[in-house]
């Protein structure tokens, strides 16, 4: 699944980001979708997922009730909409096809490369 995030960029703390991911040889309708980060030094942290209808979502604590995750299956295009951004939300943003959940839980960011975009940076400083 070849991915390719944008919308990242430097923002100062409490502004707003749109990220976005597009695939141009697969339907991305047939996935459960997510993003993940890493930031220097840390560990990688999964931030949310949807499920291929869009009718199951998640979000790790870290960032529920600031981000919003949503899919345009029409559009093959997933969308992170990032509020109220913090300093420690500066990372590497990855798009990824491998999402799994049960429950409550939700695991992203596990499968290997061939299933995550290239990454798009966010920078959030004054």
């Known amino acids: 699944v070849q991915l390719v995030e944008s919308g990242g960029g430097l923002v100062q703390p409490g502004g707003s980001l749109n990220l976005s991911c597009t695939a141009s040889?697969?339907?991305?309708?047939?996935?459960?979708m997510g993003w993940f980060r890493q930031a220097p030094n840390k560990e990688r942290e999964g931030i949310s997922c949807?499920?291929?209808?869009?009718?199951?979502?998640y979000y790790g604590d870290s960032v529920k009730g600031r981000f919003t995750i949503s899919r345009d299956n029409a559009k093959n295009t997933v969308h992170l909409r990032m509020n109220n951004l913090k300093p420690e939300d500066t990372a590497v943003y990855y798009c990824?096809?491998?999402?799994?959940?049960?429950?409550?839980?939700?695991?992203?960011?596990?499968?290997?490369?061939?299933?995550w975009g290239k990454g798009t940076l966010v920078t959030v400083s004054s």
């Open positions: 990824a096809a491998d999402c799994l959940f049960t429950g409550k839980y939700f695991r992203v960011g596990y499968a290997g490369a061939d299933y």
């Open positions: 040889s697969a339907n991305l309708d047939s996935y459960n």
């Open positions: 949807i499920s291929d209808s869009g009718d199951s979502i």
